[in-house]
Nanobody, 115 residues
């Protein structure tokens, strides 16, 4: 059974940092590209970042470029999202998924950026 469990969210002040984690199980994690997406209040789901199966390729949505870093540890079957210089507009529920068209399987992790 495929499981993706996100964690690491919380309440942080503008300019702060958080590191999200997504623990995977039930599939051959090291074979999959992985994605972080987010859903902001009142808005649809939006793509945030992608990492290739072997970590050689990463990409970012323009508004997070230079602030967020995606990484993975295939031995631990975990993908990470390091978020620095957080802004109020980063407030959202964050999910990891295996394919950009996949509906999030996990509960997500809430990130709230507020003074």
């Amino acid at each position: 059974q495929v499981q993706l469990v996100e964690s690491g969210g919380g309440l942080v002040q503008p300019g702060g940092s958080l590191r999200l984690s997504c623990a995977a199980s039930g599939f051959a994690f090291s074979n999959y590209w992985m994605y972080w997406v987010r859903q902001r209040p009142g808005k649809g789901r939006e793509w945030v970042s992608t990492i290739s199966a072997d970590s050689t390729s990463t990409s970012y949505e323009d508004s997070v470029k230079g602030r967020f870093t995606i990484s993975r540890d295939n031995a631990k079957k975990t993908v990470y999202l390091q978020m620095n210089s957080l802004k109020s507009e980063d407030t959202a529920m964050y999910y990891c998924i295996r394919a950009i068209t996949e509906i999030p399987r996990g509960q997500g992790t809430q990130v709230t950026v507020s003074a």
